[in-house]
Antibody, heavy 120, light 113 residues
């Protein structure tokens, strides 16, 4: 059973960038599709994008187009999500999750989440 | 984008009773080529990530107890929890996985009466 372990909480100033990592257990990392989903305090869930860890293909929500970058490092078994031009509304818990595919995907399992706080 | 709306926003049910949560999508999520509904359900407890319960509207995820069941087709779906246990207190979300961006409902908070 794959497990996803994320990097720790981070505090950033408005206008800065944040990079969150997601390390997968097991030996099949290049067969994974890793999605990123965020949850603002007290709010629902919002899908951000995915990466195919095998070929590097990515797809993003239009809401984050131009601000989000998702990459992966097969040798480290790790996916990364970088969000730039941060504003206070980006304060949220950011989750990585595996999907059976890119589009048409449910999410299972999830990482433990990374709280990103944007504050001056 | 497909809008997903849950009802009610919250409900309280007695231990051992049945809880029912509804989910409505603004567009059908039934994929005609395989006759599958692309709708998932998650359970989220405080301080934890969501946990997959159901996908394809009615297929239980790995290790999910059979007191959790999903039903519905097209635009209207239901999550049913039979014989409510104390550990079922959580927020439940539905998610359409029919089209990008995948979108979630606003959540339903389930408490014990």
């Amino acid at each position: 059973q794959v497990q996803l372990v994320q990097s720790g909480a981070d505090v950033k100033k408005p206008g800065a960038s944040v990079k969150v990592s997601c390390k997968a257990s097991g030996n099949s990392f290049t067969s994974y599709i890793i999605h990123w989903v965020r949850q603002a305090p007290g709010q629902s869930l919002e899908w951000m994008g995915w990466i195919n860890a095998g070929n590097g293909d990515t797809k993003f929500s239009q809401r984050f187009q131009g601000r989000v970058t998702i990459t992966s490092d097969a040798s480290a078994g790790t996916a990364y999500m970088e969000l730039s031009s941060l504003r206070s509304e980006d304060t949220a818990v950011y989750y990585c999750a595996r999907g059976p595919n890119g589009d048409y995907s449910w999410f299972d399992p999830w990482g433990q989440g990374t709280l990103v706080t944007v504050s001056s | 984008d497909i809008v997903v709306t849950q009802s009610p926003d919250s409900l309280a049910v007695s231990l051992g009773e049945r809880a029912t949560i509804n989910c409505k999508s603004s567009h059908s999520v039934l994929y005609s080529s395989n006759n599958k509904n692309y709708l998932a359900w998650y359970q989220q407890k405080p301080g934890q990530p969501p946990k997959l319960l159901i996908y394809w509207a009615s297929t239980r995820g790995s290790g999910v107890p059979d007191r959790f069941s999903g039903s519905g087709s097209g635009t209207d779906f239901t999550l049913t929890i039979n014989s409510l246990q104390a550990e079922d207190v959580a927020v439940y979300y539905c998610q359409q996985h029919y089209s990008t961006p995948q979108t979630f409902g606003q959540g339903t908070k389930l408490e014990i009466k």
